[in-house]
């Protein structure tokens, strides 16, 4: 089920924004007079096609045609190619008539589409088709002469200012639609908890450490934004990886006598400013009961503050008889839980338990010893600190246009920043915990990604919203992808116009830079391919986002 629903919203989420981009392509082709002849809603085979536009040709008594072919051959609803000129009257004559819509040699006046209509001597053309493709995973815009500047009405043929605007109008598209699409999202009102961040505990020789932040503080601002939920924290944080991060805090005061599960701090007016630097690559502790050595141990009750599923053993091997039970359970007790196991068998503890020969539920396990857990190490965060949310408060709350407007260009901006962040953090081998997860991900992945949004336990205004911010992250990834000098992409295209401008008018021949364009989507084929191997092995190992 879950791969269906992907399926079906990967379409909703994903094909939207390609075919807006592609439609921002055709506009400004037709704004910059460039003869568009087909518009595809995803890519070939074709299912069918709709015919649009009147082109009115005079057919020549004196023209050519194919060998084979003659005047009887010219039926309403046959697809033709007609070179044609212009006479003196500035009407267009057909000097020749073609089988297809490849261009005969020396041809600059070629005019194909679906015949429309015969009137008399005149025939009508409609030259663009919009086409609907058996795979719906984008979409095209196909343009007279892209490379070749000889075709009338050709891109090649335009400007180089007139050529760049038709290249970056798509990606320029993609840029456009976050902005609108989280502006929308913050209008909604929409049901938020918040309340007052505390630190809980500082990791000795951590940045915070260094920085004099204690438990107890009461984190009010971190770079000018309001800290008000563990979310807020972690994203403002993240942001700042590597640079100097600015912390308004509250300094937290014992109290001497706390009410039983009342507050064990209190705060006075003012705040301080503490500079703290996050980590690319925090390290991690291992759990044990008794700390012996505080810069890489941590306690287990002090490590489940942070990590409820943590423990100091992840696995148990099944003996005759256990005397260890943080390592081992009893054959008796293990076929309990399946009668097919058998001495020697190792059970890692995990959450949700795909193959019970090799796995143990985390309630099963803590059933045998409450020590146990998924993982046996708690990786530090980028500041070394553990946190809480106190006196937490839900409220409805919905943005004006304008504040919603302000919020969204800052959005853009962090996920820009996240973005950059996360492929710093490929390349620096980060272990910061906000930048697990898979490194790329392609249309496989996306479509895991929407199915367990779409099947999640959330209500449905929530799977919306949520699926709206992701198709406004996407979108902006579009942008960004397509205008890299990337061969076969819009700016591999604009690249090219740029050398010619560099090159002071002279053009790369177009056979040349074709094969550059086909060279780049090879790779880009392959790259995908590659991506989304990983994406179905991932799907196989029963990994998932959430």
Do not use: C
């Amino acid at each position: 089920m879950t791969a269906l629903y992907g399926v079906i919203t990967f379409l909703v989420v994903l094909g939207p924004l390609v075919i807006l981009h592609e439609l921002g392509h055709l506009f400004a082709a037709r704004l910059m007079k460039v003869k568009v002849i087909e518009f595809g809603f995803g890519f070939p085979p074709r299912a069918f096609g709709l015919w649009t536009g009147r082109t009115r040709v005079r057919l020549d008594h004196d023209a050519s045609f194919d060998e084979g072919m003659s005047r009887e051959d010219l039926r309403v609803g046959r697809q033709v190619a007609l070179v044609t000129a212009k006479d003196q009257a500035g009407q267009l004559v057909v000097r020749h008539v073609a089988r297809n819509q490849a261009r005969p040699k020396g041809a600059t006046g070629l005019i194909s589409g679906k015949l429309r209509a015969i009137e008399g001597d005149d025939l009508v053309i409609s030259e663009m088709v919009w086409s609907f493709n058996w795979l719906p995973l984008g979409g095209f815009v196909k343009m007279v002469g892209e490379e070749d500047p000889s075709s009338e009405g050709s891109l090649a043929g335009k400007s180089r200012l007139a050529r760049a605007f038709v290249l970056v109008s798509g990606a320029a598209i993609n840029a456009i639609i976050p902005f609108v699409l989280f502006a929308a999202i913050f209008m909604v009102p929409q049901e938020q908890v918040s309340g007052r961040v505390v630190i809980t505990s500082v990791f000795p020789g951590s940045p915070a450490d260094g920085a004099g932040l204690r438990q107890g503080d009461l984190i009010r601002k971190v770079d000018g934004r309001d800290i008000d939920s563990l979310a807020d924290l972690q994203q403002a944080v993240t942001l700042r990886l590597g640079a100097v991060s600015h912390w308004d805090v509250q300094r937290g005061i014992p109290d001497p006598a706390p009410e039983p599960g009342g507050p064990r701090f209190q705060y006075r007016g003012g705040t301080d400013q503490i500079s703290v630097v996050p980590r690319w690559k925090p390290p991690s502790r291992a759990v044990v009961r008794e700390v012996a050595n505080e810069g890489s141990e941590i306690a287990l009750w002090k490590a489940r503050q942070s990590d409820p599923f943590i423990g100091i053993s992840d696995r148990l091997v099944v003996v005759e008889r256990a005397t260890d039970t943080v390592t081992q359970i009893s054959l008796l007790n293990a076929q309990a839980l399946d009668a097919r196991l058998a001495v020697g068998a190792t059970l890692k503890v995990v959450r949700t338990v795909t193959d019970p020969l090799t796995q143990i539920s985390i309630e099963d396990a803590r059933r045998h010893d409450a020590s146990l857990g998924t993982s046996t190490r708690l990786q530090e965060g980028a500041v070394g600190i553990t946190i809480s949310m106190t006196e937490p408060t839900r409220e409805s709350i919905a943005m004006n246009p304008f504040a919603a407007i302000a919020a969204s260009v800052r959005q853009v901006g962090d996920v820009l920043v996240l973005t950059k962040n996360g492929i710093t953090g490929i390349f620096v081998g980060s272990s910061n915990p906000q930048l697990e997860g898979p490194a790329t991900v392609g249309p496989v992945g996306i479509g895991q990604l929407t199915g367990e949004i779409a099947t999640s336990g959330a209500d449905g205004k929530a799977k919306v919203l949520t699926l709206v911010s992701l198709a406004a992250t996407l979108s902006l990834s579009l942008a960004i992808l397509n205008i890299l000098p990337i061969p076969a992409l819009d700016g591999g295209r604009l690249l090219f116009v740029v050398i010619e401008w560099v090159r002071g008018g002279r053009r790369i021949s177009p056979e040349r830079e074709g094969l550059v364009h086909l060279a780049g989507m090879i790779m880009i084929l392959m790259l995908v391919t590659l991506i989304s191997v990983q994406d179905v092995l991932r799907i196989f190992r029963g990994e998932r986002f959430f």
